[in-house]
C-alpha cells in the first residue's frame, strides 16, 4: 500500500476554506508560511512512523515528503528574517542531503573548511583586542584579579561535577559491555612527531608512573606560555593568546595615561572593527554550517548508530542532566533570565553544534553576552578562559568515553582506577575545545598511558561527530553562562539589559 503525499497535503490545504469566517481560518490565512510547513511536517513524522513500524511506504514517497517539507521551511525563513532560523534550516537541508545523496554531501566539505577558516580568522585578532582593552581601558587591575579566581573557582566546580556524571552515567548504563569487537579497524594514531611531543614521551619513559601527572601539570603550565605570539595567533592557540594579552593589557595599565591613550583607543576601535566583521562574516554561516552538517550524514550515514547507540545516549542523557541540575540551578541561584539567556545563546550554540567548533561560535558568544547585559570587560577576560578552563561537556565525555573504553575491552576498573584516569583526562583535556575532535586525541593519549586498549577506540569513530557536537554545545553554553555569573557576582550584570534582550540579527 503507498498513499499519495501531495494529495494528501492539498486536500487538508483545502478544508480551511470550509469554514472562511472563523478566527481560526483567519489567523491561518495570515500566517499560511508557518501553517503550511508544520502540516507538512506533521504528515511527514505521521508517514516516517508508518514506514518505521509497517514498511509500508516507498521510498519514493518518503523523498517526496523529506523535501517537500524541508523547502515548505523557506518562506518561514524569509519572512522571519532571522539567521537563527536559516541556520536550524541549513542544518536539517544537509542532513537531508547527507542522507539522500552521500556522495554529493562529502564534496560539500570544503565549504564548511572554509566557513571555519574564515571564522578563525577572528579569533585572535578578537581576542587580544578586547582582553587588552578590558584590563588597560579600566586601570582596574584589583577587579581583574578578583575576575582571575572568581572564574577558576567557578571552572573547577562546574568541570569537576561533570567528570563525575560522565562518570556515574557510565557506570549505571554500563554501555560498553558485551560489545562485539571483532569487526572493529586498527586505529590510527594520532602525529606525535613533534620535537617538543618527542621529548615529553622520551621524559616520560624515565619517570615513575606515579608522578606522570605531575610532569604532565607542569607540561600544561609550560605549553600555556606563547614563544611566538604571532605563532600562537596563527595556530589558534586560544590559552596562549589570553596569557599574552592579560600580561601586554597588565603592561599597558602600568604606563602612563598619556602614552597608554592612543594605544587603548587603538584596541577599542580593532575590537569594534572586529565585531562587525564578524557580522559580515555570519551571513555565509548557513553556507558552511549546512555543508558540515551534510558532510558528517554523508560521511558516517545513519546506520552508524546502531552499533554504538547506547554510548550515544548515555552521553546525551549525562549532559543532559548537567544542564538541568547543574547549569540551570547555578542560573536560577545568580538570578540570570532563562529564556532570554536561551535566546541570547541559541544562535552561536546551533553554530558549535553543527561546526564542532567552539572557535566558530567565540565571536558570536562575545557580542550576543554583551547585548545580553554582561561588560565587555568581564566578556573578554572569562569567555576566553573558559575555552581553556571551563571544558564542561569535554570533561564530561572524557571521563565517560574512557570507562567506556575499559568496559568494551572487558575490563574491571576500580572506583580508585577510574579516578585516577579522570583526573587525568581533566588535567590533560585543558585547551581542546576550540578544535573539532580534538577530544579524541586526549582519549587516545591517556588510553596509552593506562593501557587501555586503543583498537578499542576505534570502535567511537563513528558516532565521535555526533558525540562532539553536543560536548562543543555544551562547552559554549557553560562559558555563555559563566560570563554571566561571574558579571552578576561582581555586581555588574545588567539585568534590566538582559529581560530586554530581543533577537534582531
Known amino acids: 500500500m503507498e498513499l499519495d503525499f501531495i494529495s494528501i497535503c492539498l486536500f487538508l490545504f483545502n478544508q480551511q476554506n470550509f469554514y472562511p469566517n472563523t478566527a481560526l481560518s483567519k489567523i491561518m490565512k495570515k500566517k499560511l508560511y508557518l501553517f503550511i510547513p508544520l502540516i507538512l511536517l506533521t504528515l511527514t513524522a505521521i508517514l516516517t512512523a508508518l514506514e518505521f513500524w509497517f514498511g509500508i511506504m516507498s521510498d519514493k514517497l518518503m523523498f517526496a515528503a523529506r523535501w517537500i517539507t524541508i523547502l515548505s521551511f523557506i518562506a518561514y525563513c524569509i519572512k522571519k528574517r532571522s539567521l537563527t532560523s536559516w541556520i536550524l534550516w541549513s542544518i536539517v537541508v544537509g542532513a537531508a542531503l547527507g542522507y539522500d545523496y552521500p556522495d554529493l554531501a562529502k564534496s560539500l566539505h570544503p565549504l564548511s573548511q572554509g566557513f571555519i577558516k574564515l571564522v ?74 613533534s620535537a617538543t611531543a618527542a621529548s615529553d614521551l622520551k621524559e616520560l619513559e624515565g619517570l615513575p608512573e606515579d ?27 586560544v590559552l596562549q593568546i589570553v596569557v599574552f594579552a592579560v600580561i601586554f593589557g597588565i603592561g599597558l595599565a602600568l604606563v602612563e595615561e598619556k602614552k597608554r591613550k592612543p594605544l587603548v583607543d587603538f584596541m577599542e576601535s580593532l575590537a569594534e572593527t572586529m565585531f562587525k566583521y564578524t557580522h559580515i562574516v555570519m551571513y555565509f554561516a548557513p553556507l558552511g554550517v549546512g555543508a558540515a552538517m551534510a558532510y558528517t550524514v554523508g560521511h558516517m550515514g545513519l546506520d552508524i548508530l546502531k552499533n554504538l547507540a547506547m554510548l550515544l545516549m548515555t552521553l546525551y542523557a549525562a549532559l543532559t542532566v548537567f544542564l538541568l541540575g547543574v547549569l540551570l540551578p547555578i542560573a536560577l541561584y545568580f538570578k540570570i533570565p532563562v529564556r532570554k539567556f536561551i535566546t541570547a545563546i541559541k544562535e552561536p550554540v546551533s553554530i558549535a553544534f553543527a561546526t564542532t567548533s567552539s572557535d566558530a561560535a567565540l565571536p558570536l558568544v562575545m557580542t550576543h553576552m554583551e547585548k545580553f547585559g554582561v561588560p565587555r570587560k568581564i566578556v573578554s577576560f572569562v569567555v576566553p578562559t573558559g575555552y581553556s578552563f571551563n571544558l564542561d561537556g569535554t570533561t564530561l565525555y572524557l571521563s565517560l568515553a574512557s570507562i567506556f573504553v575499559a568496559q568494551a575491552a572487558g575490563m574491571d576498573l576500580s572506583i580508585g582506577q577510574q579516578l585516577l584516569i579522570c583526573l587525568t583526562l581533566m588535567i590533560t583535556s585543558k585547551g581542546v575545545a576550540a578544535v573539532p575532535r580534538a577530544s579524541l ?64 540579527d
Not at 454 to 474: P, Q
Not at 480 to 496: K, N
Open 120 to 193: 578563525k580568522t577572528i579569533v585572535g585578532p578578537i581576542l587580544f583586542s578586547t582582553l587588552v582593552y578590558g584590563i588597560a581601558g579600566h586601570s582596574d587591575l584589583k577587579q581583574v584579579g578578583r575576575m582571575a579566581w572568581k572564574s577558576l573557582v567557578y571552572f573547577y566546580i562546574a568541570s569537576t561535577i561533570a567528570l563525575f556524571i560522565g562518570l556515574a552515567a557510565i557506570n549505571i548504563t554500563q554501555a560498553g559491555k558485551g560489545i562485539d569487537m571483532s569487526h572493529v579497524p586498527e586505529i590510527e594514531l594520532p602525529d606525535r612527531s
Open 211 to 237: 608522578i606522570h601527572w605531575v610532569f604532565q601539570t607542569t607540561a600544561f603550565f609550560r605549553d600555556s606560555f606563547p614563544e611566538n605570539i604571532a605563532k600562537s595567533i596563527y595556530e589558534n592557540k
Open 441 to 504: 586525541i586526549i582519549l587516545i593519549a591517556t588510553a596509552d598511558q593506562f593501557g587501555l586498549p586503543l583498537f578499542v577506540i576505534a570502535a567511537i569513530l563513528g558516532i565521535d561527530e555526533l558525540m562532539d557536537m553536543a560536548r562543543t554545545s555544551v562547552n559554549v553554553i557553560g562559558n555563555c553562562l559563566a560570563s554571566a555569573v561571574i558579571a552578576s557576582w561582581e555586581g555588574e550584570f545588567d539585568r534590566e539589559k538582559a529581560l530586554n534582550y530581543t533577537d534582531d
